[in-house]
């Protein structure tokens, strides 16, 4: 079944340390997202791409960064730079397409959580 | 400025009574409009979306959704609530074609015996 593969599931990360959350899609999307999520403030978009080498910045790129060398694969590091990083974060894929069509409908992953010790 | 409201943060509702979530939305225009449902430490599903046509949309689960246009609205109905649907709920809009969507905070829902 295709799908989004997050992982890992669970991470801990000391104060000062890069992590990376992996995201991998085998739905043939061209766009994937990374999304933060913390109670009560819904999900705010970290970074997207729409194509393989391209990517920009969402409502909250600072202290985050990422990659996009395959379709299938966009994964997230959280630097020591981000002064908040505990949180769910939740990677989504999408079509390209034109928003009628409905080929834009995100399809998410299970999520990462992130604690910081 | 853009945004997507959902007033309630906590809805307790008795299994076998009806359910309402509210969506208000302000955008320029009218923007494409969804209902994702998320459980505890999971990703979110789609439930429904409104794109354009009838303004009475269903999805899974037994859930429909009313956009109203002149209330900048997207409410999520369901007529008889079952135990499973305690979950957490998100309203979500998106006018880019590219699907960058901006979510609501989330109402979440306690179903009662």
């Known amino acids: 079944d295709g799908g989004i593969t997050q992982s890992p599931k669970y991470l801990f990360r000391k104060e000062g340390q890069n992590v990376t959350l992996s995201c991998e899609q085998n739905?043939?999307?061209?766009?994937m997202y990374w999304y933060r999520q913390d109670p009560g403030q819904g999900l705010r978009l970290i970074y997207y791409?729409?194509?393989?080498?391209?990517?920009q910045k969402g409502d909250i790129a600072e202290g985050y960064s990422v990659s996009r060398e395959k379709k299938e694969s966009f994964p997230l590091t959280v630097t020591s730079a981000q002064k908040n990083p505990t949180a769910f974060y939740l990677c989504?894929?999408?079509?390209?397409?034109?928003?009628?069509?409905?080929?834009?409908?995100?399809?998410f992953g299970a999520g990462s959580r992130l604690t910081v010790l | 400025a853009q945004s997507v409201t959902q007033p309630d943060i906590h809805i307790t509702v008795s299994e076998g009574a009806s359910l309402e979530l509210r969506c208000n939305y302000s955008?320029?225009?009218?923007?494409?409009l969804f209902w994702y449902v998320q459980s505890p430490g999971q990703g979110l599903q789609l439930l429904l979306k409104?794109?354009?046509?009838?303004?009475l949309v269903q999805g899974i689960k037994g859930f429909e959704a009313e956009f109203k246009r002149s209330q900048s609205s997207f409410n999520l109905r369901k007529p008889s609530v079952h135990w499973s649907d305690a979950a957490e709920y998100f309203c979500?809009?998106?006018?880019?074609?590219?699907?960058?969507?901006?979510f609501g905070a989330g109402t979440q829902v306690v179903v009662t015996p």
């Open positions: 955008y320029g225009a009218t923007p494409y």
């Open positions: 739905l043939n999307h061209d766009a």
């Open positions: 791409s729409q194509i393989v080498n391209d990517f």
């Open positions: 409104y794109f354009s046509g009838d303004t």
């Open positions: 979500a809009v998106t006018t880019d074609s590219w699907g960058k969507f901006q």
């Open positions: 989504a894929s999408s079509m390209k397409g034109v928003l009628h069509s409905g080929a834009n409908v995100l399809t």
